[in-house]
């Protein structure tokens, strides 16, 4: 089974509809984070959260916020969707060790919003 | 522009050919991490280098952080097909943040 598991792994919306992306993890990790891809522009962080009372914003929060509801789940939500939301969303965890930041992703949620 | 860049932006070779994906920052990298990427899918973590001059390998895949700790290079020997995908750096570039830069991608595709 999947370390980090994200649902839907596709979805497509219309815009000005709210629409939540979930992410759930078993590798018992503390860290987790919510990036965007989009072609040519790498993986951007949207947010982050380092316990279940820990939540920062990234490079590009706008739009979007997030829920930490427990260790193993982080979800993130676009309130209102909007076309330039259209990318691929991408969940990781990290153990956050010592000087070890290394993240293991999931599956990732290929996102459309008409 | 981007605080971590990756050249070349895209790359195609023979089967059975060496190639060489270079990752450089402005700023001391405390930190750096290889992921690769099939098309449309998650990133899987491949190696991280921590100490200037260190050096990583699996399998056919090597990878090396200068002594300065501002470039890594990633080099695959004997190309095969299975190697093709996106191979991204990403960076901790600012002391144990817990939070990664990443580089714009390096996409290879090995023709049999």
């Known amino acids: 089974d999947a370390d980090v598991t994200q649902t839907p792994r596709n979805r497509i919306t219309k815009t000005g509809k709210r629409i939540m992306l979930e992410c759930s993890q078993t590798?018992?990790?503390?860290?987790m984070y919510w990036y965007r891809q989009d072609p040519g522009l790498g993986l951007q962080l949207i947010y982050y959260?380092?316990?279940?009372?820990?939540?920062n914003k990234g490079e590009i929060s706008d739009g979007y916020s997030v829920s930490r509801q427990a260790q193993a789940k982080f979800s993130l939500s676009l309130e209102s969707a909007i076309p330039n939301q259209t990318a691929l969303y991408f969940c990781?965890?990290?153990?956050?060790?010592?000087?070890?930041?290394?993240?293991?992703f999931g599956p990732g949620t290929r996102l459309t919003v008409l | 522009s981007q605080e971590l860049e990756q050249s070349p932006q895209s790359l195609i070779v023979q089967e059975g050919k060496n190639l060489t994906i270079n990752c450089t920052s402005s700023k001391t990298l405390y930190g750096l991490y290889w992921y690769k990427q099939k098309y449309g899918e998650g990133l899987i973590f491949l190696m991280m280098l921590q100490k200037g001059g260190e050096e990583k390998s699996h399998e056919k895949i090597t990878a090396k952080l200068d002594e300065k700790k501002q470039q890594s290079s990633l080099h695959i020997t004997a190309s095969q097909p299975s190697h093709a995908g996106i191979y991204l750096c990403g960076a901790d570039t600012n002391s144990n943040t817990g939070k990664l830069i990443f580089g714009q991608g390096t996409t290879l595709q090995v023709k049999p």
């Open positions: 590798k018992g990790h503390d860290r």
């Open positions: 959260s380092f316990d279940v009372k820990d939540i």
């Open positions: 990781a965890t990290s153990p956050g060790t010592g000087w070890r930041n290394e993240q293991f």
